[in-house]
């Protein structure tokens, strides 16, 4: 169980609550805890039937609303104690009269044959009735003395404290190590202290050449070019390396790789991810602030705050430092890209707990949208830790892209002069109030003792009028982000249903990280205590969590092998030294990630072979110790700017807005959803800057397992498929790259031989080898006739030869892995 | 399959190193590698091997179709009204009992009325959301709010495929459906198992055309890449990543004639056409995706899912304005489907082949404007038929108005359970592990709906 103990004041079952029906789906692992003795010690026949048939039932189906952790009990009754079923509810008359069925209103209730049908929802299978209809003919025997008590904290939090990542963040002492090959770095020493302990013989160091691309692909997803492997081979010096990390942490393409890996964790879309999927024609600041952040080496801790109350900290700034101002606005965008439900704005509930869901898991590592319906089942996360974070949220007033019913984009942040802003505002009150005007009049809220032909000609006035404002559209710039809203404390949502309330619970902290509520009289959201509670020194996770995704991007495994969950139920680190020897460091260089990745490349271990060693793979056949590097296939956007890249049309400029409709122009419903088309997809530029749908995936980056728009995606997952193969073999981007890049290679040599040998050397990054110059010459001449015999001009036959060449390169594993 | 990043692939990688020796080593490591689509056996016997899912879009109506309601009749008759103070609209279609079951079908579905005795309808589904996005993902995925895999990826994940030339889970659809391609979305399982959207065309499936102007040119790159790729894995010992990514450039080329062989129905007799009501050429329809449906099941694919028709209202289900746009769709689908219930039968294909027809809500019973139905997930009608399920029969009740279940629920999860139970497995125990949860397609509730099993 780890991080959990829970204090069992009842009995061990009290566990299984919180799955209806059918505890299976993630209590298998549930331990059960603790066995509590007094209950356990009077184990005759009949309270073991109530024990195993009777007992779990009334917890996962009746607690929640008729037992003293209810936050209301419903009815009166209590069915946690013998003395609470016998007495019964308000109604005055016993739930459950010992031997006889007919008379206990609780079985003539799950019976549903009366006006009283419980549970809600669906009715209890038939066996479980028939166990409720013997158990009380037995007499209804029934171990539980007296009345509950106060409800106890369902978790032990001294005892969760213990779970190794609530623990404060140590500066462990590297060990010392007997090869001096590997004392050099505190990080060497670490990893080499594992490997010494599993008596596992680490391989040789990677060639120079194999060196430097692993570590452009790793810093810039592009492959390096042809001078810059020259440049580093020539380069003898002992920091050649050094010299080589930090040219790629500058260049503007660290950045766009590594933003992406953000982007990931954060499901960054342009798209709102309602049943219409709006377009978010602003969101792409959001993805260039994170791109920028990453460039300008922005210290974590502010990255952090920023995204979760940069439209507050903007207040601290200057009125002249409009530029920084609008960056922290635009930083929220995190927050406003939060999935969007339905036609209308009554989900909201699930937008927020998206927004927590992954704020739980981006920032902290814990899966706290667990903890919506019922306190979580293996993290000391208690629902209402849940709530008081929900209050934040729910105080927060993000921007609205439009839905079915309200199509009109609201809530939007202006980021010009105040005249822009105050044309904007005005533009979206009186749109909104236009919207639910006609809205009410369609849903008959406004149009009591209307006539059918009044309503219709009400209707189509205001349609009229939205129509004229729309012409009016101030085309001024904005921010697709939050702003505060009208602060208020959540109410528990039961069950995690919003229609039935529960207590208030006031905004704070998650109490095993402190549990720190608001100052007295904070007149805000709560969301600047929050940037300051994630990013607070005495927190361990956000530090940690980061680092460990750092390691994991450069060694295709993080240290922890579950980067988003932390928790219980994730991995253990298999290096806890190093892992905070990193956050440590992390810590003391201000939160720096140009640092990090120096620190952790700067390696021995970071530049091993990728090789093979047989006693090796069975010691450590998944190489947890590092005893290699994982080779790796490139990522979806990897592949595909390597294509342009070597093709030499890989636009370089930043990505701007996407060509979506016009604003006024964005009226999408479920039925004819936005579908972002071929031509909106197109770019030279990097994969970073494509669409990012939610309906529907960009489709080479679906083919090659591209991030998931809708869900933090912690890491990618490869797969090898047919359908890869045939975008690979087939598809227009592939043949359009082949062409191009047979026109770069066509035009700078003249010989058969040259062409293959600077075509090695723009897709492999090495020079050809004879034998592979003389199969590449025999190549060009057997396509050069296919072509012809397949009615292919004769003088167009040799490029169309040598882009058959250049497509062979381009879907050869060797193109597509890195050693 | 675990998120800790171990693979059985990986540890084959390491496992059998140290040998060189082609090509047998890359065929060991294939066999080996934990090829996510190698045949699985599931929990246990399952009598369905394989599924063909019909999905009608926009919520098909239960009180003018499957489910027969004389009340609601006289109710609309009289004028009376549903609590809401809505009148009760009658069904627009006559009912008859059909077959020696004498299974009430109403004359929307006269074609699918003559296979009485192959269905076993279920009278009492029920969803979790009114509105079609949602209530769409619900019955693919289990979930109503968060995208999650699809039962076709679910079943293909279970089962693993029969024929490696094809996709394991193929989706046939003229038009995107609601919620777009995450019905056939494999979400977090492996990327293996999302469905391929197979269209009729020069391109049925997307990059399948060879761009190259003949087959010779194309054999030659593969015929080099291959050469490129076993050198390339000579010099790295036993990565069976590797090996895999070279055999599959031999499946895709496999693909290429695998997949127009199993859409040419030139070969399909005029009796077979006559059968489905498809016109000898015609690649429009239900009646193409039904016999195409049947084509593929019989090479080997796991899941074929067939949406009939788009998002986009009035030409689908979404009758809110008139009911009697039902008819037009129905005729799409009815003799098709009968058709290819027929066909397996005579091919005796049908009991290993589990037929399941649904939709993503019912109809209201009482009217929208005057001859609508607004979108109903309290009550509606799915039937299932062979694979497993008794033939002739209905399951559940809905009240005398259609208008709740009143006998035997069979909430989506419990519609789920069922399919996942005919195919053999136990529908808790077919997780998968994603963020710190096990997650199913069931999510924590359904029950298998053991009285329709036969």
Known sequence: ??????????????????????????????????????????????FEFFERKIRPVLVQQCYVCHSAKASVVQGGLLVDTREGLRKGGSSGRPAVVPKDPAASRLLTAIKQESNLKMPPGAPLPAEVITDFEDWIRMGAPDPREGSAGPAPSPYNFEEAHKFWSFQPIRDPQPPRVQDPLWGKTAIDRFVKAKLDEKKLTPLGLASKRVLIRRATYDLTGVPPTAQQIDAFLQDASPNAFERLVDRLL???????????????????????????????????????????????????????????????????????????????????????????????KNEFHLTIEDTIDNLGKAMLGLSVACAR??????????????????????????????????????????????????????????????????????????????????????????????????????????????????????????????????????????????????????????????????????????????????????????????????????????????????????????????????????????????????????????????????????????????????????????????????????????????????????????????????????????????????????????????????????????????????????????????????????????????????????????????????????????????????????????????? | MTEQGFTRRQMVRSLVGGSAVFPAIVQQLLADSGDALAPKAPHFPGKAKRVIFMYMSGGASHVDTFDYKPKLAEAGKKGEKAPNGRAFLPAQWEFKPRGKSGLYVSELFPHVGECADELCVIRSMKGDHMDHFQATLGIHTGSVSFPRPSIGSWVSYGLGTENRNLPSFIVLAPKLPYAGSQVWSSDFLPAIHTGTLVEPGSEPVLNLRRRTPSDDVQRLELSLLERFNRKHLQQRTGDSDLAARLKSFETAFGMQTATPEALDLSKETDATHKLYGLERGSTQGFAWQCLVARRLIERGVRFVELIDTGSFGPANWDAHENIKSHEPLAKNVDQAAAGLIKDLRSRGLLDETLVVWTTEFGRSPYAEGTIGRGHYNRAFSSWLAGGGVKGGVAYGQTDDYGAEVAEDLCHVHDFHATILHLLGFDHTRLTFRHGGRDFRLTDVAGNVVHKILA
């Open chain 1, 1 to 46: 169980m780890g991080a959990l103990q829970r204090r069992t004041a009842g009995h061990p079952l009290l566990a299984v609550m919180c799955c209806r029906l059918n505890p299976s789906w993630l209590c298998g692992g549930v331990v059960l805890l603790a066995l509590a003795g007094a209950a356990a010690a009077q184990n005759d026949d009949d």
């Open chain 1, 373 to 819: 319906c019922h306190d979580h089942k293996f993290d000391p996360i208690p629902n209402r830790d849940y709530y008081a974070l929900y209050g934040i949220f729910q105080s927060t007033r993000y921007a609205f892209p439009g839905t079915e019913v309200f199509q009109s984009p609201r809530d939007l942040t202006p980021l010009g002069d105040v005249k822009e802003a105050a044309r904007l505002r005005q533009y979206q009150e009186e749109a909104s109030k236009l919207e639910e005007q006609k809205e009410d009049l369609v849903a008959g809220r406004a149009s009591k003792g209307l006539s059918r032909e009044e309503r219709r000609k009400q209707q189509s006035a205001l349609a009229d009028r939205l129509a004229l404002l729309e012409t009016r559209f101030p085309d001024v710039p904005k921010a697709y982000a939050v702003t505060e809203g009208t602060p208020s404390d959540a109410q528990i949502h039961r069950t995690g249903n919003p229609r039935s309330l529960g207590d208030d619970v006031p905004r704070g902290w998650l109490t095993i990280l402190g549990g720190r509520g608001l100052p007295p009289g904070e007149k805000g959201s709560g969301r600047r205590q929050l940037a300051e509670w994630v990013t607070d020194p005495s927190n361990p996770l956000a530090a940690r969590v980061m680092v460990n995704r750092i390691w994991q991007h450069h060694f295709g495994k993080g240290i922890v092998q579950t980067p988003n969950d932390f928790g219980a139920r994730g991995g253990r680190p298999t290096h806890p030294e190093l892992l905070d020897y990193l956050a440590s460091r992390f810590r003391e260089s201000g939160y720096s990630l140009k640092a990090m990745h120096k620190l952790i490349m700067l390696t021995r271990v970071y530049r091993l072979a990728s090789g093979h060693d047989p006693n090796n793979a069975v010691a450590d056949p998944r190489n947890d110790h590092l005893w290699r590097f994982d080779r790796r296939r490139l990522d979806a956007e990897e592949i595909r700017d390597s294509m342009l890249a070597v093709a030499g049309t890989l636009d370089r400029t930043m990505g701007g807005r996407h060509p979506f409709p016009p604003d006024t122009k964005i009226k999408y419903s479920q039925h004819r959803p936005y579908i972002a088309g071929p031509e909106v997809f197109e770019t030279k530029r990097r994969g970073i800057y494509l669409v990012q749908q939610r309906i529907k995936k960009q489709p080479f980056l679906a083919t090659f397992d591209g991030a998931d728009t809708n869900a933090s995606t912690a890491k990618r997952t490869p797969s090898v498929t047919a359908l890869q193969a045939l975008a690979l073999m087939n598809s227009s981007f592939v043949h359009e790259r082949s062409d191009e890049m047979a026109v770069r290679v066509g035009m700078a040599h003249s010989t058969a031989a040259a062409r293959i040998h600077y075509a090695f050397r723009l897709a492999l990054a090495r020079p050809a080898t004879p034998a592979e110059i003389q199969q590449g010459v025999r190549h060009l001449a057997a396509a050069r006739r296919a072509y012809r015999d397949a009615g292919t001009p004769a003088e167009e036959a040799p490029r169309a030869a040598l882009a058959s060449y250049m497509r062979v390169l381009l879907a050869s594993n060797e193109f597509l892995y890195v050693d």
């Open chain 1, 250 to 344: 500058a260049s503007q393409q660290y950045g766009e790789r590594w933003a992406r890996h953000w982007l990931d964790v954060v499901r960054y879309a342009d798209t709102s991810g309602c049943n219409s999927d709006f377009p978010i024609p602003d969101m792409y600041r959001y993805r260039n602030w994170v791109i920028r952040a990453f460039n300008e080496d922005k210290p974590y801790d502010q990255f952090l705050r920023e995204q979760i109350a940069g439209d507050i900290l903007a207040e601290e700034l200057s009125e002249k430092n409009l530029e920084e101002r609008q960056a922290r606005i635009i930083a929220t965008g995190y927050l406003a890209n939060s999935r969007r439900f339905g036609s209308r």
